[in-house]
């Protein structure tokens, strides 16, 4: 595994965030029906260090230059699938003051081992997805010991301790959770976790599953204010890589779809991007109608759009 320090991308909420990544590729509890990454192809609760700690931090120190607003665990999997994360946390904080911020599916916070591993930390991000079991079963399709309740009853249990920042996001799926009913599910286990914020997601790039359909912005306005405190959408993502040290890579991109039509991957081997930072360009490529896609052999490929002269 390479590249465990990517960006700084910017990020919808927070800034120019660092990441880094702690597992392989899809190495989860859960296998999102929505998730931009594709299917999980390695569900697990099996913690442990999936890349040599020692190796992470020598190459985040040399990305401190960068000056990001946010050192972020996340990436291609679930962070505190990590067993060092709090041994990595501690020694970012005694490297640098640069905030650090956990973005998790929030699977593992019943336990208490890892709630007391994220103590440290300036920001916890965990996921809410489904209001019941049977709709977690649904949409985060999590490891068989996994149950909703086990799981809801660790991001309140995290709330109680943490003295950090605690965002919560939502992800609303259309079909799924975006009916009023199972929302109104939703918006009461919110009640009970009590995050300092509430943030609204939706389907903005290709899913996992193709019957995974996003919401309108229109429709995540009008559920903002199901939750306490009312939600901010963090869903729209366009105009961020407009900014000026974003540019270069957002047009080598473009130069590279040009030639031809290339996945996901093929962009990320070939400008040696990590396929976090692809994603994100992608996304908003796509929101500017700037490419096309085709499915080839089951594998999704983009291509510069060809727009008739005006």
Known sequence: MSNQIFGPVPSRRLGRSLGVDLVPLKTCTYDCIY???GPTTCKTMERKEWVPLDGVLEKLQEKLSTKP??????????????????ELIDRIKAMTDVPVAVL?????????DVRRQLIHADLVIPSLDAGDEAMFRLVNRPHEEISFEQML????????????????EVFVVGAYTAVPGELAKVAQCVDRIGPDRVQLNTVTRPPAEKYA????????????STFRPRAEIIADFRGVHRQAEFVAGREEILQMLRRRPCSIDDIAGGLDMHRNE?????????????????????????KVANKPAV
Not at 80 to 86: A, E, F, K, N, Q
Not at 213 to 224: A, F, K, P
Not at 297 to 302: D, G, N, P
């Open 213 to 224: 359909v996003g919401v309108s912005t229109e429709r995540l306005e009008e559920l903002t």
């Open 153 to 168: 009853s660790g991001l309140i249990d995290l709330r109680r301790e943490f003295r950090g920042e605690y965002w919560l």
């Open 35 to 37: 998730c931009q990454l």
């Open 69 to 86: 607003d946010y050192i972020t665990l996340s990436g291609s999997g679930e962070p505190t699938l990590y067993s060092r994360v709090d």
């Open 104 to 112: 998790t599916n929030g699977s593992l916070l019943w336990r208490e």
């Open 278 to 302: 692809v994603v994100k360009y992608i996304e908003e490529l796509n929101a500017e109608d700037l490419l096309e896609e085709s499915l080839t052999a089951e594998k999704l490929y983009y």
